[in-house]
T-cell receptor, first 111, second 110 residues
Framework: DVKVTQSSRYLVKRTGEKVFLECVQD?????MFWYRQDPGLGLRLIYF???????EKGDIPEGYSVSREKKERFSLILESASTNQTSMYLC??????????FGPGTRLTVT | KNEVEQSPQNLTAQEGEFITINCSYS?????LHWLQQHPGGGIVSLFM???GKKKHGRLIATINIQEKHSSLHITASHPRDSAVYIC????????????FGKGTLLTVNP
């Protein structure tokens, strides 16, 4: 079974803090994704990566950056957290086709 | 960009009822996905289909490519089916990106 894990289920940070969200997959998948999910808006793609050190912006990259130094790990970075980044963050991975496997999510609250 | 619309947004049913959730999209796709998300939980893929019909247990997914429409059916619904059901599509020649509907919150009462 594919396993996608995220570093925290719940996280509370203060405005202006630098925040790291980590995602690890154990199936040697090439593609990894970061989404945020908000009520009434559904899931929106922040960034994705199709290989080590390769990344592309998604639909809402502003205020975020990413890092993929190893194939199994994809990090989402909030350089200076703001209250409008309070959300559920979901990581996903896929091999080469369209089917994606999701992590359990991190509920981030920025106060 | 593909627009994905789901209906209804919220659905309440009694245990045992037959349930249908609908999804429509605006441009051609390579695949359509039905996903399930339980409260506080991660997302699980139920189906991925590009034509016809798929069945898994009490769940059935159909797609009509000409009409750009898909349905998810649940037969003999049960309270454990209570979840958010999300439709997503892969299109535009990209195998990477999904475009998501906003989800349907299903509550099945005993």
């Amino acid at each position: 079974d594919v396993k996608v894990t995220q570093s925290s289920r719940y996280l509370v940070k203060r405005t202006g803090e630098k925040v790291f969200l980590e995602c690890v997959q154990d199936m040697d998948h090439e593609n990894m994704f970061w989404y945020r999910q908000d009520p009434g808006l559904g899931l929106r793609l922040i960034y994705f990566s199709y290989d080590v050190k390769m990344k592309e912006k998604g639909d809402i990259p502003e205020g975020y950056s990413v890092s993929r130094e190893k194939k199994e790990r994809f990090s989402l970075i909030l350089e200076s957290a703001s209250t409008n980044q309070t959300s559920m963050y979901l990581c996903a991975s896929s091999l080469s086709g369209p089917e994606q496997y999701f992590g359990p999510g991190t509920r981030l609250t920025v106060t | 960009k593909n627009e994905v619309e789901q209906s209804p947004q919220n659905l309440t049913a009694q245990e045992g009822e037959f349930i249908t959730i609908n999804c429509s999209y605006s441009v051609g796709i390579s695949a359509l996905h039905w996903l399930q998300q339980h409260p506080g939980g991660g997302i699980v893929s139920l189906f991925m289909l590009s034509s016809g019909k798929k069945k898994h247990g009490r769940l059935i997914a159909t797609i009509n490519i000409q009409e750009k429409h898909s349905s998810l059916h649940i037969t003999a619904s049960h309270p454990r089916d209570s979840a958010v059901y999300i439709c997503a599509v892969t299109s535009g020649g990209s195998n990477y990106k999904l475009t998501f509907g906003k989800g349907t919150l299903l509550t099945v009462n005993p």
